[in-house]
């Protein structure tokens, strides 16, 4: 059983959500309108999508346009000034800067959900000294909302007017919340979903152009592929794992290992499972080879608390919380589902993506973890197999046992464990250690 992981793990969940309120009191169309293929379509993608109804006589072939455009807008509209935390701003500080467009609203969780992403990227975008300003377009239904959705954000907001509001919806062609538009021609577009695309990168995502978003893809995938660990694990002037007794331990002190890189968090029950059958191939391979594996947490816990009671329940090491470093990791190795083992070999190249497999199925028995090993294993098992009779009587039952595969069984003889072959029985809950048969004459 596999938890889902909520990939994206703030702006989950991608659920379409209808709009409570009466289409009277509501800025947009109909709810009514929302014609089922965008119902579709929005629960691909994140957050919640309108139809909107074409205005006559409007060009909706003008897509998004330059900063320019947007000041002179606010001027045909008499916006003379916007919205700060601290009151009111001209229009006129806007020029010169990178203007970004961002249509929320209060009462959309995906909207709520994704604005800590964009805080974090204007801040370290700003701390980099990046000229950027993004202007909040409410979705709100009244300024009660607005206000509140707004006391989140760091950044300015053109004041509450729900016409206003709609006329820049139409103008930005914007059908669906959170929308992120920067003012620039060759910018990933809302369809492309660069709300995605900044949720997986952060301010790494800056300018937010489709060549960037190639250029961080390309840049995945050679991690991936060239798998240096300090530069796979470390993270910008970070050079050391920790312990669950938090030392500190340098990368370079696990290079040449064969490294398992494990996703799990503390809250999803078959993680812990999990967790229990790789602690014991961990020892077990920790007592017979010694130092040539090592295991690497990379937490989905919800917050520090909880990670730290996870690590510190583990032998192993384990990325530090406050990075994006794990976040990375699962966006690099295509994590959906924990718990999730990803084998990296002492080469530094992954060896495989599916370690919980051969874990859960094997134990330390797995290791190194290759393919070959994993083949002679299973060779192994079916000649085991091939030497046994396909039924059996015992002595101790009174009924014709058969031969079965089980992943785990408790023998009904000598009360232990077992895994693989099994004479077990079809009438009742009994199995029998292969060794443990007594056959009756
Ligand atoms: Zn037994
Ligand atoms: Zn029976």
Not at 90 to 104: A, D, N, W
Not at 152 to 166: E, G, I, Q, Y
Not at 349 to 372: C, H, L, Q, R, W
Request: with cysteine.
């Amino acid at each position: 059983m596999i938890s889902s992981l909520s990939q994206r793990p703030v702006s989950s969940p991608f659920v379409l959500e209808t709009q409570p309120l009466p289409p009277s009191s509501h800025p947009l169309a109909d709810p009514l309108q929302l014609q089922l293929q965008d119902i579709k379509k929005a629960k691909q993608k994140r957050g919640h999508l309108f139809y909107r109804a074409p205005m006559a006589g409007l060009n909706f072939e003008a897509t998004y346009t330059d900063n320019h455009d947007i000041l002179k807008i606010f001027e045909a509209e008499g916006v003379e000034f916007l919205l700060s935390s601290e009151g009111k701003v001209p229009v006129s500080e806007c020029s010169g800067k990178v203007i970004c467009l961002f249509f929320s609203a209060n009462w959309c969780r995906p909207c709520r959900a994704f604005t800590p992403h964009l805080l974090e990227l204007y801040e370290t975008l700003r701390k980099r000294g990046i000229n950027i300003e993004i202007i909040f377009i409410s979705f709100d239904r009244d300024e009660d909302g607005f206000k509140e959705h707004f006391k989140s954000m760091t950044w300015l907001a053109v004041p509450f007017d729900v016409n206003l509001h709609r006329r820049l919806i139409d103008r930005y062609r914007v059908d669906r919340i959170p929308s992120f538009v920067p003012l620039c021609s060759d910018a990933i577009t809302v369809k492309e979903d660069l709300i995605g695309c900044i949720e997986d990168y952060g301010a790494d995502a800056f300018p937010f152009t489709r060549k960037r978003h190639e250029e961080l893809k390309a840049m995945d995938e050679r991690k991936r592929e060239e798998a240096n660990l300090e530069e796979l694990l470390g993270h910008e002037g970070r050079d050391f794992l920790i312990s669950g007794d938090d030392r500190k331990v340098p990368i370079c002190e696990v290079i040449g290992k064969t490294i398992g890189l494990y996703f799990c968090a503390y809250w999803s029950p078959p993680c812990c499972a999990f967790t229990v059958q790789l602690t014991d191939a961990y020892n077990e391979l920790k007592a017979a080879k010694g130092d040539c594996f090592e295991i690497v947490l990379i937490s989905t816990d919800r917050d520090l608390v909880e990670f730290n009671i996870n690590k510190s329940s583990m032998p192993w090491l384990a990325v530090p919380y406050e990075d994006r470093t794990r976040h990375d990791l699962r966006r690099i190795f295509d994590i959906k589902g924990i718990p999730a083992l990803v084998l990296i070999g002492p080469d530094g190249k992954v060896i495989s993506g599916n370690g919980k497999f051969m874990v859960s199925s094997y134990g330390a028995e797995a290791f190194p973890f290759t393919e070959s090993r994993i083949r002679d294993l299973e060779a192994a098992l079916r000649k085991e197999g091939e030497a046994l009779p396909q039924q059996a009587e015992d002595v101790k039952h009174e009924h014709v046992l058969k031969l079965d595969m089980a992943k785990a069984y408790v023998c009904d003889s000598c009360r232990k464990q077992g895994k693989f072959w099994t004479f077990s029985c079809d009438v009742c809950d009994y199995d029998l250690h292969p060794s443990c048969l007594e056959k009756a004459n």
